[in-house]
Nanobody, 122 residues
C-alpha cells in the first residue's frame, strides 16, 4: 500500500504565500505522475497542477503564473508553492499520485491524500 501525507495548509491573507507538501510512503516501486487537486465548498474537485516523473508540468489556467509544482523523486514528495493567493483559492487541497506498489509492480494505481485546508482571507 501507498500512503500520502500532506502538510502546509493554513490561513493566509490575500496576496500571501503558502507551500504545500505531500510525502508518499509505503511499498512503492515507482511513482509516475504527481498532482494537486482542490475542492472548494459546493464545487467539484478540480485539477490544479500535475508533474510527471520526467518533469513535464501542467497548470490550471486559474493558477498559472502564481503556483509552482515541483517534486523530489528521492523523497517521493511533491510540493505546491502558492503565491499571490486569492480568496477564490480557498479550498481543501488534495495530493494525488499514480504509483506502482510492491508486489504488483506491473500495475499503476491512483492514491489520494487526506486533504489539507487552505483558507485565503480578503
Amino acid at each position: 500500500q501507498v500512503q500520502l501525507v500532506e502538510s502546509g495548509g493554513g490561513l493566509v491573507q490575500a496576496g500571501g504565500s503558502l507551500r504545500l507538501s505531500c510525502a508518499a510512503s509505503g511499498s512503492i516501486f515507482s511513482i509516475n505522475a504527481m498532482a494537486w487537486h482542490r475542492q472548494a465548498p459546493g464545487k467539484q474537485r478540480e485539477l490544479v497542477a500535475t508533474i510527471t516523473r520526467d518533469g513535464s508540468i501542467n497548470y490550471a489556467d486559474s493558477v498559472k503564473g502564481r503556483f509552482t509544482i515541483s517534486r523530489d523523486n528521492a523523497k517521493n514528495t511533491v510540493y505546491l508553492q502558492m503565491s499571490s493567493l486569492k480568496p477564490e483559492d480557498t479550498a481543501v487541497y488534495y495530493c494525488n499520485v499514480a504509483a506502482a506498489p510492491y508486489p504488483r509492480v506491473g500495475y499503476e494505481y491512483d492514491y489520494w491524500g487526506q486533504g489539507t485546508q487552505v483558507t485565503v482571507s480578503s
